[in-house]
């Protein structure tokens, strides 16, 4: 078994510590506005300083995401966009920087299950995968086949985790922990919820030397560096795939989101 997709993302997470800051990962979601737009938004990604991505496969049911990715979902899926549309994002950045696929379990199930998926997924440079709707103790088989392919399978934890099981999904996470900011779905918000400091390091804690990176609600540079102060991972959103969607053509939306995130760079390096 091997275990390079689990390394190639902790390795960017060390990269980023050893800089004295946390590793940026930016979501995106696969041919959104459309297909040449979002290869144009990946590259823009990599060169603007993302050190990892989390790519989203379109879905018609996003039980995770809010009103800004739930119309990404629907537009790219209008646009033609498949799972072949995520493989041909990943394979195009994968080889610059780790490309952690979000999923949901239907869409594994559909594509030949979780060993075929998992098959496709390391084809195409994939070093993880986040599945949100699969629970700790829930269709382990899917689990397992992921990590006897090399992915890393990357869990969540919310506020409402209690604290024995976050403990125990501590134990089996691989890459790093997602720990969801807030209870809903995602979403640009206002500010921060005030208790976010202590539940990351109540997390950090049980985590060990596996990272904990923040999404859910991140929406400005200076809430990146505030949440940078204190997890390992910053993970932005609904802000970039709004900023996606602005532009008009497939440069204009690789501008719109470069900027943003080359500011958030500078902000974590502050």
């Known amino acids: 078994m091997t275990i390079a997709g689990e390394q190639r993302i902790r390795d960017a997470f060390a990269a980023?510590?050893?800089e004295g800051r946390a590793a940026l990962m930016p979501y995106m979601m696969a041919g959104f506005p459309d297909r040449e737009s979002g290869l144009a938004v990946a590259r823009a990604y990599v060169?603007?300083?993302a050190d990892l991505i989390e790519l989203g496969v379109p879905f018609s049911d996003p039980l995770a995401d809010g009103p800004t990715i739930h119309a990404a979902d629907t537009q790219a899926l209008a646009e033609g966009a498949t799972l072949r549309t995520a493989l041909e994002v990943c394979e195009a950045v994968s080889d610059r920087i780790p490309v952690v696929m979000m999923v949901y379990v239907n869409m594994v199930l559909a594509?030949?299950?979780a060993t075929e998926f998992a098959r496709l997924a390391g084809?195409?440079?994939a070093a993880g995968v986040i599945i949100p709707d699969l629970p700790l103790g829930e269709a382990e088989d899917v689990r397992d086949a992921f990590i006897e392919a090399g992915l890393?399978?990357?869990?969540?934890?919310?506020?409402?985790t209690s604290p024995a099981?976050?403990?125990a999904i501590a134990k089996v996470a691989r890459g790093f922990i997602y720990l969801v900011s807030t209870t809903g779905t995602t979403g640009e918000r206002g500010e921060l919820p005030?208790?976010?400091a202590q539940f990351v390091a109540d997390t950090k804690a049980d985590a060990g030397e596996t990272p904990v990176a923040v999404g859910f609600g991140i929406a400005t540079p200076a809430q990146a560096a505030e949440v940078g102060k204190v997890a390992d991972g910053v993970i932005i959103g609904s802000r970039l795939v709004r900023a996606a969607g602005e532009g008009a053509t497939p440069a204009e939306s690789a501008d719109g989101v470069a900027e943003f995130l080359a500011e958030t760079r500078v902000s974590l390096a502050g």
């Not at 890393?152 to 409402?160: K, S």
């Open 165 to 167: 099981r976050r403990a």
């Open 111 to 113: 594509h030949g299950g």
């Open 152 to 160: 890393a399978v990357v869990p969540l934890v919310a506020p409402t």
């Open 123 to 125: 084809a195409a440079g």
């Open 47 to 49: 060169d603007s300083g």
């Open 194 to 196: 005030p208790a976010l």
């Open 16 to 18: 980023a510590k050893d």
